[in-house]
């Protein structure tokens, strides 16, 4: 076996060829687009420059029904990067994660953020109903792995996962507080903006009907209007 190595060794060193590690074997996978693990999308933002480094990113959704998942690169310090949208085709189940590839040139930069949206909506917009993100170190020459896994709770069946698992649901006990939810006049911050009744003037003097003066209050009976309560 010594015998062997050394002639091999001898063999690399005469024609002055190099091993390639495992690590170069990766990279140039990831580059070359060879790799079918991770062949649903790709996010080249080598900017015309040779690849040299890359994400391979996994993202799994939590529930059926996700429209549309928005995967994107920040810089350490909050500079977009580039951003791609999952559907159609690459629609994220469930029952299916997504492999996504992202290809960076060389650079200064080694920290990254990257961020995964899920929306209701096919097209990515409106209010996400996940949103996580992920700290990624990524020197020149080097692939790393990272897993968006939105495995996010709806206690309430409001098809928003829960603010305390990765979701956008301020209140998941409650399944009319969630966002892009309608606000009502009900003591109740329904869509999740961080302002209880608003739009609806509540505590401003008014003068009711009978000419006394009074304060703007929810309707006990009706959460869409206000009366004015007077002592
Ligand atoms: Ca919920
Ligand atoms: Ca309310
Ligand atoms: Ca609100």
């Known amino acids: 076996m010594r015998g062997t190595s050394a002639l091999m060794l001898g063999m690399l060193l ?10 170069d074997v990766i990279l140039e996978r990831l580059c070359s687009h060879a790799g079918r693990e991770f062949q649903d999308a790709t996010l080249q933002l080598t900017d015309g420059e040779p690849c040299s480094r890359g994400i391979v990113v ?16 920040e810089t350490g310090n909050g500079r977009p990067i580039g951003s791609t949208s999952l559907r159609g085709q690459t629609q994220v189940t469930p029952a ?34 996940t949103r996580l993100f992920q700290l990624v170190d990524l020197p020149n020459g080097t692939v790393q792995s990272a897993r ?3 495995a996010g709770t709806d206690a309430d069946g409001d098809q928003y996962a829960s603010i305390d698992t990765g979701g956008t649901d301020c209140d998941d006990t409650n399944a009319d507080v969630h966002p892009d939810n309608i606000e009502k006049c009900d003591g109740v911050d329904n869509d999740c903006d961080k302002y209880v009744d608003e ?9 009711s009907q009978q000419g006394a003066k009074g304060i703007v209050t929810c309707d006990p009976s009706n959460s869409t209007q206000t009366i004015c309560a007077t002592r």
């Open 96 to 129: 299916k994660s997504r492999g996504l590839r992202i290809l960076l040139a060389e650079g200064q930069e080694t920290a990254f953020r990257l961020y995964s949206e899920s929306f209701e909506s096919e097209l990515c917009t409106g209010t996400p109903s």
């Open 199 to 207: 739009g609806f003037n509540i505590g401003v003097s008014c003068t």
């Open 14 to 23: 005469l024609c002055g060829c190099t091993v390639p590690s495992d690590d």
């Open 148 to 150: 968006l896994d939105s």
């Open 58 to 73: 996994e993202v799994r959704s939590w529930r059926y029904g996700i429209g549309c998942v928005r995967v994107a690169l």
